[in-house]
C-alpha cells in the first residue's frame, strides 16, 4: 500500500525521493543510481542485462554473497525525480519478470548540500 502525506498517497519512489529530502540531500543534479536485479543463472542475469544497458546502465554481473543467485548490478546517471525513478522501476520490472528474476530496488549515495 503507499504511504500517505497531507492524505494523498504516494507512490513508491515519490515516497523514498520525499524522505530523502528530510535529509537535505539535492534532487536537482544528476546522481549515480544503482539498481539491483537478481536471476538464478548466470545466463539469465547476461540477458537481462543486456537490456538493461538500452536503458543507458552501466552493469555488473556477479554471484551473490549467498551463491544462491547471480546480482545484476546496474548504474546510471540521472536526476533522480520520483517521475523518472517511476519509470524505471516499471521498466526494470518488466525486464525482471521477462527473466524470471527480481528487480529489487535502487539506492543512491545523494550529493548532501549541507549539513544532516
Same mark, same amino acid.
Given at each position: 500500500?503507499?504511504?500517505?502525506?497531507?492524505?494523498?498517497?504516494?507512490?513508491?519512489?515519490?515516497?523514498?525521493?520525499?524522505?530523502?529530502?528530510?535529509?537535505?540531500?539535492?534532487?536537482?543534479?544528476?546522481?549515480?543510481?544503482?539498481?539491483?536485479?537478481?536471476?538464478?543463472? !548466470? /545466463?539469465? =542475469?547476461? #540477458?537481462?542485462?543486456? @537490456?538493461?544497458?538500452?536503458? $543507458?546502465?552501466?552493469?555488473?554481473?556477479?554471484?551473490?554473497?549467498?551463491?544462491?543467485?547471480?546480482?545484476?548490478?546496474?548504474?546510471?546517471?540521472?536526476?533522480?525525480?520520483?517521475?523518472?525513478?517511476?519509470?524505471?522501476?516499471?521498466?526494470? !520490472? /518488466?525486464? =525482471?519478470? #521477462?527473466?524470471?528474476? @527480481?528487480?529489487?530496488?535502487? $539506492?543512491?549515495?545523494?550529493?548532501?548540500?549541507?549539513?544532516?
Amino acid at each position: 500500500m503507499p504511504s500517505r502525506t497531507n492524505g494523498k498517497a504516494l507512490r513508491p519512489d515519490e515516497f523514498a525521493v520525499q524522505q530523502l529530502k528530510k535529509f537535505n540531500l539535492s534532487f536537482d543534479k544528476p546522481q549515480v543510481v544503482e539498481f539491483y536485479f537478481y536471476f538464478s543463472t !548466470e /545466463a539469465l =542475469a547476461q #540477458k537481462a542485462g543486456e @537490456e538493461i544497458m538500452r536503458e $543507458g546502465c552501466a552493469i555488473t554481473i556477479r554471484l551473490g554473497v549467498m551463491n544462491d543467485a547471480w546480482c545484476c548490478l546496474a548504474t546510471k546517471e540521472i536526476v533522480p525525480s520520483p517521475e523518472e525513478l517511476e519509470r524505471l522501476r516499471k521498466r526494470f !520490472e /518488466a525486464i =525482471a519478470e #521477462k527473466y524470471n528474476g @527480481e528487480y529489487d530496488g535502487w $539506492g543512491t549515495g545523494f550529493i548532501n548540500e549541507g549539513n544532516i
